[in-house]
C-alpha cells in the first residue's frame, strides 16, 4: 500500500512540474513520420543490417514516430558507419584477453524542410568471453547491437536538446 501511495505521489509530482521525457522533445524536433536510410557497408555489410534493425526500432520505440516512405517524411535520417572496433578490457593471469568493449560510431544526417544537420554519435558496449578463445559471430553481432542503441540513445539525447533550446517545448 505505502509503494503504491509513493508511486502515485511520485507521478503527481512529476506531472505537476511538467515533466516530459527525452523522447517528448526529441519527436517535436525530428515529427512523427521518419524516413531512415542506412549505408551499406562493403567491407562489412553485416553490420549495416543490424544498425538498420537498431535504427527502426529506435525511431517507433524511443521516438514513438512511424516509419514512412521518403515521400511523406518530415524527417530524413541518413545514417553512416564511421567505425566499428574492439578494444581489449581485461586479461586473465596468462594474458589472454576474457572481455572487451565495442565501439559503435556512427555519422547521422537529419534532414527537415531542406535543412540538414549532421551529428556524430558513438555507443560502447562491454563483454567478456572466454579465456584463450575468439569472438564468436553471435557476440560480435550482439555486442555491436548493443553498442548501437547506446549510439542512438546519445542521438535521441542529442536531438532532444536541440528541441528544447529550439523552444520546441510545447
Known amino acids: 500500500m505505502k509503494h503504491a501511495l509513493l508511486g502515485i505521489l511520485l507521478g503527481f509530482i512529476l506531472i505537476g512540474c511538467g515533466y516530459k521525457?527525452?523522447?517528448?522533445?526529441?519527436?517535436?524536433?525530428?515529427?512523427?513520420?521518419?524516413?531512415?536510410?542506412?549505408?551499406?557497408?562493403?567491407?562489412?555489410?553485416?553490420?549495416?543490417?543490424?544498425?538498420?534493425?537498431?535504427?527502426?526500432?529506435?525511431i517507433v520505440g524511443r521516438f514513438g514516430a512511424r516509419l514512412v516512405p521518403k515521400e511523406e517524411a518530415e524527417t530524413i535520417l541518413n545514417v553512416k558507419i564511421a567505425s566499428v572496433g574492439f578494444a581489449p578490457l581485461v586479461y586473465d593471469k596468462y594474458g589472454y584477453v576474457i572481455a572487451y568493449k565495442t565501439i559503435v560510431q556512427l555519422d547521422i544526417t537529419a534532414t527537415q524542410q531542406g535543412k540538414s544537420e549532421q551529428l556524430k554519435t558513438s555507443g560502447e558496449y562491454d563483454f567478456s568471453i572466454e579465456s584463450n578463445s575468439v569472438i564468436s559471430d553471435s557476440k560480435r553481432f550482439e555486442a555491436i547491437r548493443y553498442a548501437a542503441d547506446s549510439a542512438l540513445d546519445e542521438f535521441v539525447s542529442k536531438v532532444a536538446i536541440k528541441g528544447l533550446y529550439r523552444g520546441n517545448n510545447h
Request: charged share 20%; glycine share 2%.
Open 21 to 58: 521525457p527525452t523522447s517528448y522533445y526529441a519527436k517535436s524536433a525530428l515529427g512523427s513520420r521518419i524516413y531512415a536510410e542506412v549505408a551499406i557497408s562493403r567491407q562489412d555489410p553485416q553490420n549495416s543490417v543490424i544498425i538498420k534493425d537498431s535504427v527502426n526500432e529506435a
